[in-house]
């Protein structure tokens, strides 16, 4: 069975500009997570998506990102314009459903903002 | 307020040797779930184990094993005979329950080294 899939895998920009993360998740999995992880932190929930509606975005810093998932499969993660602060790893996982099911992650997309 | 803290940083040992990772969580909740997953080099986090807040018992998967221990808030990872390949950063987290969003709250990570 595939895993959740990401892309790009790295991305390097500078401040100001704006930039697209893409999510493909485990094929029948209903919930879909963003999380950032910051060198040498754990990773934290951004936005969470169950089909295509939204779960939970309350960490998310609506000013500059924003996320959808239009059919409830693919997710994309935007974020414009971009801050220094913003470079870090950003997560997709995926699970069955809500609730405290067990969450499969993708490889990640490393964006550096110069 | 929920929060999970792993207060090894970094850990060394050489190859063959026993270690434990350390896990302690903060949550009001009476049901919840604890998590361990495994991040090698690659960037991608790979699941280990969930245990609900009702099951205490130990589990043993190999060189693998959990010591969960609600008295003293703690779910620690002890890698038995350790080996290179178990280099990597291992987080610990928590989802509780009645929030029902599975959200996980993760600890900081604590970074093993393998030595051969």
């Known amino acids: 069975e595939a895993g959740v899939a990401q892309s790009p895998r790295y991305k390097i920009i500078e401040k100001r500009q704006s930039v697209a993360f893409w999510c493909n998740p485990i094929?029948?999995?209903?919930?879909l997570y963003w999380y950032q992880q910051i060198l040498g932190q754990g990773p934290k929930l951004l936005i969470q998506?169950?089909?295509?509606?939204?779960?939970?975005d309350s960490q998310l810093p609506k000013d500059r990102f924003s996320a959808e998932r239009l059919k409830g499969v693919d997710s994309t993660l935007k974020i414009q314009p971009a801050k220094l602060e913003d470079s870090a790893v950003y997560l997709c996982a995926s699970s069955l459903s809500t609730g405290p099911e067990t969450q499969y992650f993708g490889p990640g997309t490393r964006l550096l903002v110069l | 307020a929920q929060k999970v803290t792993q207060a090894q940083t970094e850990i060394s040992v050489v190859e063959k040797e026993d270690v434990t990772l350390d896990c302690v969580y903060e949550t009001r909740d009476t049901t919840y779930y604890l998590f361990w997953y495994k991040q090698p080099p690659s960037g991608e986090l790979v699941f280990l184990i969930r245990?609900?807040?009702?099951?205490?018992q130990n589990e043993i998967s190999g060189r693998y094993s959990w010591n969960f221990q609600k008295s003293t808030s703690s779910f620690n990872f002890t890698i038995t005979a350790s080996q290179v390949v178990d280099s990597a950063v291992y987080f610990c987290?928590?989802?509780?329950?009645?929030?029902?969003?599975?959200?996980?709250?993760f600890g900081q990570g604590t970074t093993l080294q393998v030595k051969p």
């Open positions: 245990r609900n807040s009702f099951d205490e």
């Open positions: 998506f169950q089909n295509n509606g939204v779960v939970d």
């Open positions: 094929s029948g999995h209903a919930t």
């Open positions: 987290a928590l989802s509780e329950a009645v929030s029902n969003t599975g959200k996980l709250i």
